[in-house]
């Protein structure tokens, strides 16, 4: 792995942009003030009038739904899922899922996104795709509790312990949704994790039906229905979560629990806007996710940072609320923290290489009174130039080093040619 | 002017992408299946793997703010207004504004907009800079009416006599509020417009105090006022539009008043949602602006296209309202309409040359299985490679004919270096 000095740059440090000469060894920041003594460089990026950014972390997607974008648009939601997904991804094989897969991880990477939490169908693949790619991965197997639970559970640890050594990817265990799982099987899940030390990937609190039923089933909210499951004991990771009361938001904050917060989702899917304001105000660690691209249809976490931003100011009449600074934080650290990577997230010394090279001469930072704000509300993902995973370059001033673009473009239209 | 051939492409022909062969002589499309007999091209563009597109049209700015850019973000309005803008705004001189225009020019061109109307306080300004960049604008001289009312109509009607014969140029009347005019100067704005025959442009509810006052004031609604007014017998251009009543989308149908939707701006300056599904399913004519950069930071209508599909979905809990196809109408031929532009916003033989070609190997296309889906959903912008208003090619292959962008950030950033 080469040694890499990024020359006369500008870095982004808690929202600001600090001059900085970025020396990275073995993957890791090594300094951020330049070459210590001793230190040889096998590449010098020359950083002047660029950022440097912490790469942003897409805490909640399932990579191969690339192949539905702009299959499934302005449906409503049973026809989206059984009129259109459901009936596609029953098709769809493990290379196929390999192929979507890629093509997210283009997507990803050409935007500035350097890890990804995936919750996925296919054992084994996305972790194989991350590790083509060159991206950092939480590799999360879909379980679902009816007929052949225990099977998918095995897969899941199966292909964990296959790639628990890659350095760049990890993995926690993923019951699908409350309305998925039944009780036991949600004990069961609970038992593998006590077992494997394994954190908790689940869709809660997603669409107004989800709550509905809940209540009907257990007199209570899903999220109060978890907690007294005892599920929260676990390191948790909620994605959605749209529909919370007061109790709700209390629980996820007392708890620690992490919401991957995916606004363009929840609009276009018509769930709803989650109370992103009023989780922060509890202290609750919001960070933010994608989804798939069937309910996106991008993994564009530019865009999704500027929905994050932009939402709460517009619903609760306030323009002071929810920051492009905090939302920044949210979509950097906030997801390291959720999908518990360790020294991820931030560009200081000893921190894992994981960082975007951004061109400041794009119109969006033209003129610049704040970078925060440039980022989150003008910035569109295409000003990121180069990016950097945990010290390997995987994209050079926009050619993807690792990845042959058009061989996963040939996949994904091949596979998807009769739909 | 040259002639041009753009061979073996894709045309985005009500939502749909058709093959095509683009001729265009003299500014206007000639044809649609290649060159007719006698037809003798300066410049033939290879449309293989392209996608063109009608032009979009932002139906609502204010181009000069571009200085604004990132200026004001995450505060609340009084505070947005009175302690951030204004006072920045008091020191702008003619030839500030001349280079905040250029700057949007910029940004509009590379994501599409081939046509903007724009709201400003420079007489003149903004007819020559959209002019020196080639793009189609409709100028509107903002109209207050308390001291100084009359000069600002003068103002008005001089820019227009100067530049009405510009084919690309056309103008309106902008009374610029009703809570910024009174009734008197409504009246007198009113018969100028009667006078000229020019159209009106106005921004109307807009905010909730704006809303509260009026009920105040005059015991009705904004739009009540403005139709017991008689300000709607004119062609009329509503910018906003957040708060209304059943009985105000009925007015406005009924009176054939187009709104302005600016769907980044209200949430930023924290106003709310417009009822857009509302305002459609009464035939209101819906088009879309992004306001100015002081109130979004961006002005490319790709993002704004964005969230004009996905906000109703969420706010009205239905997935299948508002779809893909209907906000590309709004962004170009509804847009058209809005503003008055004769032959604009469609691609067929007779119409304006406007359009924008795009790139259909960039991953937002990446399958393709709904073109309208695409552009809406996860395009961003950056795909269009190259514009043509009027029949000129003013960016080719993202390079820029008409504009020095360097001159421009020059002078954007020397203006601003001291904010």
Redesign the interface.
């Known amino acids: 792995m080469d040694n890499i000095l990024i020359k006369h740059t500008k870095a982004l440090i808690d929202g600001e942009m600090i001059p900085a000469d970025i020396a990275i060894k073995d993957g890791i920041i090594l300094s951020m003030d330049g070459a210590p003594e001793g230190f040889v460089p096998d590449t010098v990026i020359d950083g002047e009038g660029k950022l440097c950014m912490p790469g942003l972390v897409n805490a909640h997607t399932h990579a191969y739904m690339s192949?539905?974008?702009?299959?499934a648009?302005?449906?409503?939601?049973d026809?989206?899922l059984f009129g259109r997904i459901l009936p596609k991804e029953d098709t769809l094989t493990p290379e196929d899922a390999y192929w979507g897969t890629m093509?997210s991880c283009?997507?990803m990477i050409?935007t500035g996104t350097t890890a990804f939490c995936d919750m996925h169908l296919f054992a084994g693949i996305p972790a194989k795709a991350a590790h083509d790619a060159g991206m950092r991965a939480v590799i999360t197997r879909g379980l679902t509790g009816s007929d052949g639970g225990e099977r998918r559970i095995a897969e899941a640890l199966d292909e964990w312990n296959e790639w628990k050594h890659d350095p760049l990817i990890s993995g926690m265990l993923a019951p699908h949704a409350i309305y998925t799982c039944d009780e036991p099987f949600l004990h069961r899940v609970m038992e593998v994790a006590d077992e494997t030390g394994l954190g908790i990937n689940i869709h809660l609190s997603e669409s107004?039906k989800e709550i509905d039923d809940c209540y009907a089933a257990h007199g209570c909210s899903p999220v109060e229905y978890l907690a007294k499951m005892g599920m929260f004991r676990h390191k948790t990771l909620a994605a959605h979560c749209v529909h919370l009361s007061e109790t709700d938001i209390m629980l996820l904050a007392e708890h620690g629990v992490s919401v991957a917060h995916n606004p363009?989702s929840?609009?276009?899917?018509?769930?709803?806007?989650a109370p992103v304001k009023q989780m922060l105000d509890a202290g609750v660690n919001v960070c933010i996710g994608t989804d798939g691209?069937g309910s996106?249809?991008?993994l564009?976490m530019?865009?999704e940072m500027?929905?994050a931003?932009?939402?709460p100011?517009?619903?609760?009449?306030?323009?002071?609320v929810?920051?492009?600074?905090e939302v920044i934080r949210m979509a950097t650290v906030g997801g390291a923290k959720a999908l518990g990577l360790q020294n991820v997230g931030e560009l200081k010394a000893g921190m894992q290489a994981d960082l975007a090279i951004l061109d400041l001469?794009q119109?969006?930072f033209?003129?610049?009174?704040?970078?925060?704000?440039?980022l989150?509300?003008?910035a569109?993902?295409?000003e990121v130039e180069t990016v950097i995973i945990g010290g390997e370059i995987v994209m050079q001033n926009g050619a993807l080093t690792k990845i042959d673009e058009e061989e996963v473009?040939y996949h994904?239209?091949r596979i998807?040619?009769d739909?």
């Open positions: 192949l539905f974008r702009s299959y648009d302005d449906v409503a939601f026809n989206w093509l283009i997507e050409k107004p363009k929840n609009l276009k899917l018509a769930n709803g806007i691209a996106n249809n991008a564009n530019f865009s500027n929905f931003c932009l939402l100011k517009g619903i609760n009449k306030e323009g002071d929810v920051s492009a600074k001469g119109v969006a033209r003129p610049l009174h704040d970078i925060a704000g440039a989150c509300y003008a569109n993902g295409s473009y994904a239209e998807t040619k739909w």
